[in-house]
């Protein structure tokens, strides 16, 4: 006889999941959000995802660890395949969100040949702090002037110098 049969098992081959994290602005929690990539035979077809993603701290930094949990794989390929892990690290940045100040008001003055203005703060909102971080306005040593010394009805103000008080302030950027 020129033929035999035989028989053999193909077993699953070892997936290996990696994660590259997103970076975000700051908005108060620890919540990730990364990309999956794999290490699957080219053409097969199936699908990773994640259940959680976290970053150790809700503040802001630069290449923060982020955990990846729950790990899983679907698709018509995923039984040729067994993850190696369920779990992933990464690492992404998180970036001071911006806030800007509404209603200070730029107090009129008689015209006296200078830029030099003045700002009252005492109605000022911080738009964009998230509930509950606790972050002020502090005006104390701004500067502030219009654009030239001229008469005028309704002319801009620039103001500088403002910062940001508060035990969650370094998660902000101010806008001016």
Not at 22 to 38: E, H, M, P, Q
Not at 77 to 92: E, G, K, P, Q, R
Request: hydrophobic content about 40%; aromatic content about 6%; cysteine-free.
């Amino acid at each position: 006889s020129t033929t035999a049969s035989a028989s053999a098992t193909i077993t699953a081959k070892a997936l290996t999941v990696t994660a590259t994290g997103i970076d975000k602005v700051y908005d108060g929690t620890v919540t990730a959000s990364v990309n999956l990539s794999d290490d699957r035979i080219a053409g097969d077809v199936l699908t990773a995802s994640y259940v959680s993603a976290a970053f150790a701290d809700k503040n802001v930094g630069t290449d923060k660890a982020v955990s990846v949990t729950g790990i899983s794989i679907s698709g018509t390929d995923a039984t040729n395949y067994s993850l190696s892990s369920t779990t992933a690290s990464a690492s992404a940045t998180i970036t001071a969100k911006a806030l800007t100040v509404t209603d200070a008001v730029a107090n009129d003055r008689v015209y006296n040949a200078d830029i030099d203005a003045t700002v009252n703060f005492a109605s000022a909102t911080l738009v964009g702090v998230v509930s509950p971080d606790v972050v002020t306005l502090d005006s104390a040593s701004y500067s502030a002037s219009f654009a030239d010394k001229n008469v005028a009805n309704d002319k801009p103000v620039t103001v500088s110098g403002l910062t940001l008080t508060g035990a969650d302030k370094d998660n902000y950027s101010l806008t001016q």
